[in-house]
C-alpha cells in the first residue's frame, strides 16, 4: 500500500481516521518544533499545532494535491502562528519573563549556553514576518523558493524579509558579537 | 563577524529550539485522541450527496430536499413570470373564447 503523505491524505479525503492518525504521528513533532521557533511559547505552539493538524481532517475533502502534503501543512502551521501573533496584545519581552519550557530540564540545557539563548531572545523580537522567513530558512533548511511559496510571497519579497531580519538581529546582537553601532 | 560565522550562531541557536519535547507532543496527541469533528465538503460534492439513496441517517437531506420544495413553490405563488405592468390585475387570457370559435377561414372567409 502507498504510503506516502499524499496517498494518506486522499484516504483522509475518503474519511479514513487511521490513515489521519497515522499523518498526525508523522508530522506533529515537526510542525510543534516550527510553532514553538516562531511563537517562542510552548503553550501557545501546543495549541497551533493542534489546530493545524484537525485542519488537515477538516479540509481533506477540499485538499488538491497542488502542493507536497508538508509544504500545505507548513504553510497552515506558518498561518496560523501569524495569526496568532496578530491577535496577541504585546508584551514587552521584560514583562513577559523567560520563556517557559515545560520539558524537564530544558531550562539548564538553555541557560548552558548564553550567546545562544540571546540569539533566540532576539530572534522573538523580530517582526513575525521577518521571524517566520528567518525560521523556515534557517531552521527548517528550507530554499528561499520553498520558504517564499509558504508565506505567500515572492521570492525577492523572502529575500529582503531575511536582510532586514538579519540587519535586526545584529543591531540586537551588537554587544554580542561585537560590531560598532553604524 | 562575518555573513558566514553569523549565519552558522542562527542556525545553531534555532537547532538548540529544534528538540522535539516528547511532553509536548503527547499532550497534543492526547488532545487529538478524541472524536474527530464534521469534514467540510466541497461545494461540487452536494450534488452527489443529495443522490446518495441512503436513508439512515437523512436529516440533512430531508432538510435540503424540503428547502427546495419550499423555494419553488415561493417562487411559483409570487408570479415572477407575470408581465411586470399586469402584476396587479388577475388575467385568465387575454382574447375571449369567442375569438377561438368565431374566427372566419383567413383564406376563404368562411364563418363556422
Given at each position: 500500500m502507498d504510503d506516502s503523505d499524499e496517498a494518506l491524505m486522499g484516504r483522509v479525503a475518503r474519511g479514513d481516521e487511521r490513515a489521519y492518525r497515522n499523518l498526525v504521528q508523522r508530522h506533529l513533532p515537526a510542525m510543534l518544533g516550527l510553532a514553538r521557533r516562531i511563537l517562542g511559547n510552548a503553550a501557545e505552539a501546543e495549541d497551533v499545532a493542534q489546530e493545524a493538524m484537525l485542519r488537515v481532517w477538516t479540509h481533506a475533502p477540499r485538499w488538491?494535491?497542488?502542493?507536497a502534503f508538508r509544504t500545505w501543512l507548513t504553510r497552515v502551521t506558518v498561518n496560523l502562528c501569524l495569526d496568532r501573533k496578530r491577535r496577541a496584545p504585546w508584551v514587552e519581552l521584560e514583562a513577559a519573563g523567560e520563556i517557559v519550557d515545560p520539558a524537564p530540564g530544558a531550562g539548564e540545557q538553555a541557560e548552558s549556553d548564553e550567546r545562544e539563548r540571546a540569539v533566540t531572545t532576539a530572534i522573538q523580537q523580530l517582526p513575525d514576518r521577518q521571524r517566520a522567513a528567518i525560521v523556515l530558512t534557517y531552521?527548517?533548511?528550507?530554499?528561499n523558493a520553498q520558504a517564499a511559496e509558504i508565506l505567500g510571497t515572492s521570492v525577492s519579497a523572502l529575500e529582503t524579509l531575511l536582510v532586514r531580519g538579519k540587519q535586526n538581529l545584529r543591531r540586537a546582537l551588537r554587544d554580542l558579537i561585537g560590531e560598532e553601532e553604524p | 563577524m562575518k555573513s558566514q560565522e553569523f549565519d552558522a550562531l542562527l542556525m545553531r541557536a534555532l537547532k538548540r529550539q529544534n528538540k522535539a519535547d516528547e511532553a509536548s507532543v503527547e499532550r497534543v496527541l492526547a488532545r487529538l485522541s478524541g472524536p474527530v469533528p464534521r469534514q467540510q465538503l466541497p461545494f461540487w460534492r452536494l450534488p452527489a450527496v443529495l443522490l446518495?439513496?441512503?436513508?439512515?441517517?437523512?436529516w440533512p437531506r430531508v432538510a435540503a430536499l424540503g428547502a427546495c420544495a419550499v423555494i419553488g413553490f415561493a417562487i411559483g405563488l409570487s408570479?415572477?413570470?407575470?408581465r411586470i405592468d399586469r402584476t396587479d390585475t388577475a388575467v385568465i387570457t387575454s382574447g375571449g373564447i369567442g375569438s377561438i370559435v368565431f374566427e372566419p377561414e383567413p383564406l376563404t372567409g368562411a364563418q363556422p
Open positions: 488538491q494535491p497542488l502542493a531552521s527548517e533548511g528550507m530554499s | 446518495d439513496w441512503q436513508f439512515a441517517p437523512a408570479g415572477v413570470d407575470r
